[in-house]
């Protein structure tokens, strides 16, 4: 199966994911590390992928993400 982009974008949580984080005044460093004790092997410039598109989020990255940043994932998702 091939996953093609629809825009250049990789995802569309990105830019939610980012503007949600600052709003915690969390660093990138601290949201990775966070979403390290979910579980997930991410590190600061993963979070920079994942926030300027060039990162593909699976969805368990999504779930654990919704629910360290304490939002649901209909939120990350959003294109307001």
């Known amino acids: 199966m091939h996953i093609g982009k629809v825009t250049n974008q990789c995802n569309i949580c990105g830019r ?8 915690k005044k ?5 949201l990775a590390a966070k ?24 969805d368990y990255e999504l779930r654990a993400i919704a629910h360290v ?3 649901p994932i209909d939120v990350l998702l959003s294109e307001d």
Do not use: H
């Open 16 to 23: 939610n994911v980012r503007k949600l984080r600052e709003q």
């Open 26 to 30: 969390m660093s990138q460093d601290q």
């Open 35 to 58: 979403l390290q004790t979910e579980g997930l092997g991410v590190n600061q410039n993963s979070i920079s992928r994942i926030e300027t598109g060039k990162r593909i989020v699976a």
């Open 69 to 71: 940043l304490n939002v």
